[in-house]
């Protein structure tokens, strides 16, 4: 049986069913609190509640739900509610993952990092004419001196390279500098 995590995870795969269990003795569900989430997206927002179960809140969030929600950063925010009070418990970051699931054949599920890594590289290899008219916090691509190039692309092979450590279930590697 599935260990069921304490903690709203920080991403979200769009499609699944999400499920945790909130123990909270200072909002026991058994003396009126509800934990309510929303998640604070650029255009959209969604929200959903926990259950009671006990003294302890139960959240679960049906794949039908999930699967309605836009893939992209939010801020996720946890408030426990009884009679007209509120108490926020948690605001911060969470991701919600695309649903790869239903993704259609030929969909570009790259990260941020991994299509803007690319197109850097084929712009410098010369290899796509089309990359030169990429824009990159607000310039494009062949506006970059050549020098600025290598070090955006060494950044963004870098966000890539701790993007897959984490989706292997790996802990970031750590740089040290001595000064």
């Not at 599935?2 to 769009?14: K, M, T, V």
């Not at 989430?37 to 969030?61: D, K």
């Not at 007209?84 to 790259?110: H, K, Q, W, Y």
């Amino acid at each position: 049986m599935p260990l069921i995590p304490d903690q709203p995870p920080s991403e979200l795969r769009a499609g699944d069913t999400l499920s945790w269990r909130r123990n909270l003795p200072e909002y026991l569900a058994s003396a009126g609190w509800a934990l309510t989430y929303t998640l604070v997206g650029s255009t959209t927002v969604y929200s959903f509640a926990s259950a009671p179960s006990g003294a302890a809140h139960s959240v679960t969030v049906a794949a039908s739900v999930s699967g309605q929600w836009a893939p992209g950063g939010y801020r996720l925010i946890e408030a426990a509610t009884r009679a007209g009070e509120r108490v926020t418990l948690i605001d911060r970051f969470a991701r919600v993952l695309p649903d790869l699931a239903a993704a259609m054949a030929g969909a570009d599920v790259r990260t941020h990092a991994e299509k803007v890594l690319a197109s850097i590289e084929a712009y410098l290899e010369g290899k796509a004419a089309w990359a030169a008219g990429l824009e990159l916090a607000g310039r494009k691509l062949s506006e970059y001196p050549i020098a600025d190039l290598l070090k955006l692309r060494d950044t963004y092979r870098a966000e890539v390279g701790r993007e897959r450590q984490v989706a292997a279930g790996l802990p970031p590697t750590r740089i040290l500098t001595r000064f």
